[in-house]
């Protein structure tokens, strides 16, 4: 059985649960599919009835909000990107304003990441082609990174190597970097693709491994220790995955959502969906595991709902 919430008049574009606290997610909304017009940070509790989401806090943003990230170091902060290319901190005990406003991307923020490991920086990904670290009390980004050529889709970072991150992009590459690199230059770059690369996340378990998706219809599973081709491939699929997700209980699950309307579960080992989420009657855009319950799961989309159900078997 799943709980769900509408966000009335404001697409679903990322979803996150809450690294501290059991109940809590949060959304990352856009009207008019993120064209123009206002955004929306919708947090929500998961306790409060049996069938539904519950609202407990609402932020309105002057544009369109494509992805959030919940601090690592503050259990009621997470930062906010927006079409406007500005990042924004929250806390969610404080109704109303941001608590600071970071505006250095001149494009769209399309992902951001807090760090797993040094727990005092995070990643922002932007269609300026540029990828920032920042440490939120900092106005300023502490170092930018550019060798993308288009749209930076999402950077992440390594789970183990709290100087590594991963970032895909427009121009079909993925690339390594670190963050002590003084010139700021990839460590190596991976292609395979054939079309955009829209998103990438690492194995929790394996911390060489890495999925991506494409806009060529395709999920690859990649070792960085081999940038000449990934280690498997599944697809191609009729329609494009928009986001991918491993699970943070075991090394075998990814979860999958995109423009066929549903969300999936994969078993990495042998490529088999061991699960099909298809309640959503639009694009599927976040997905996300919650880090307390094995098999829970959330999704947003562009119906303007906000699912949470559960998949069984996925801890093996």
Known sequence: ?????????????????????????????????????????????????????????????????????????????????????????????????????????????????????????????????????????????????????????????????SDQFASCGEDKTVKLWSTNDPHGKPMASFGGHTDQVLSLDWNKYSPTMFATASVDKTIKIWDVRNPRGQVSMFGPFEFATRRVRFSPFSPNYLATAGYNMSASVWDVRTGAVTFVHDAHTEFVFGVDWSLFYPGQMATCGWDEQVHIFNVPGTQA
């Open 1 to 161: 059985m799943s709980k769900r919430y509408r966000t009335t008049g404001f697409k679903g574009y990322g979803v996150k649960f809450s690294p501290f606290t059991n109940t809590l997610l949060a959304a990352a909304t856009s009207a008019n599919f993120g064209l123009v017009g206002n955004g929306r940070l919708c947090v929500l509790s998961t306790h409060q009835s049996p069938t539904t989401l519950s609202p407990l806090q609402q932020y309105d943003t002057q544009d369109g909000l494509f992805d959030l990230s919940w601090s690592e170091l503050h259990e009621n902060q997470l930062i906010t990107g927006s079409g406007d290319g500005s990042i924004k901190l929250w806390d969610i005990s404080i109704p109303g304003l941001p608590l600071s406003k970071y505006q250095e991307h001149t494009r769209e923020v399309m992902s951001l990441e807090w760090n797993y490991v040094s727990k005092s920086t995070f990643l922002s990904s932007s269609w300026d082609g540029t990828i920032k670290l920042w440490n939120p009390a900092t106005p300023h980004s502490l170092r930018t990174f550019q060798d993308h050529t288009g749209c930076v889709y999402t950077g992440a970072w390594s789970p183990r190597n």
